[in-house]
């Protein structure tokens, strides 16, 4: 059975999120859109941490753009 691309997304985010947890943080799927943009929302430290956005770029976003082709960009989002 194929995974769909929210599957894939959920697994790579299982991957990362031990990662975030470490530093009191963790990330939230919030939903992939048409365009190929995935929202997330940053919990925990995360949400305060100066460093979200360069972990966000160098880390969760390359991470997800490797390994989930269909993603084209990831944004933060508030939920």
């Known amino acids: ?3 769909t691309i929210d599957d894939r997304i959920h697994a790579v985010l299982e991957d990362i999120r031990p990662f975030l ?3 009191g943080g963790d990330v939230q799927f919030v939903r992939m859109r048409d365009d190929g943009v995935l929202e ?3 919990m925990g430290t995360c949400k305060i941490c100066p460093m979200s956005q360069m972990t966000l770029r160098a880390g969760v976003e390359r991470k997800l753009m490797n ?3 269909e993603v084209r960009r990831v ?3 508030s939920v």
């Open 1 to 3: 059975m194929m995974m």
């Open 21 to 23: 947890q470490r530093d």
């Open 40 to 42: 997330l929302s940053w």
């Open 67 to 69: 390994e989930v082709p």
């Open 75 to 77: 944004e933060t989002v």
